[in-house]
């Protein structure tokens, strides 16, 4: 099993970013992916997550009308879209795979700085 993310990066306040986390070894269409950040001293925290078939998206209230997660079972891949990016979202980011309440899955996180 692999999850891998990419598309880290600095960033300006304001300014937008995408990341993506490319999955294999399992069966990605039924998983729930989820992306969480952890900042540096703190907890790592949900930032956003999507059910199979991606009908249902959950967001952390501080992202909420500024992120989008979405999946593309195809590629088994998830992406997050980050807008109006602020400092307090620097983090680093990582994918998070389930499946059946079972299987759990990290991948190894993506830096994201907003700074100016």
């Known amino acids: 099993v692999r999850l891998v993310e990419s598309g880290g990066g600095l960033v300006q306040p304001g300014g937008s970013l995408r990341i993506s986390c490319a999955a294999s070894g399992f069966t990605f269409s039924r998983a729930t992916m989820s992306w969480y950040r952890q900042a540096p001293g703190k907890e790592r925290e949900l930032v956003a997550a999507?059910?199979?078939?991606?009908?249902?998206?959950n967001y952390a209230d501080s992202v909420k009308g500024r992120f989008t997660i979405s999946r593309d079972d195809a590629k088994n891949t998830v992406y997050l879209q980050m807008n109006s990016l602020k400092p307090e979202d620097t983090a680093v980011y990582y994918c998070?795979?389930?499946?059946?309440?079972?299987?759990?899955?990290w991948g190894q996180g993506t830096q994201v700085t907003v700074s100016s």
């Open positions: 999507t059910i199979s078939g991606g009908g249902i998206t």
């Open positions: 998070r795979a389930r499946l059946f309440s079972v299987y759990d899955y």
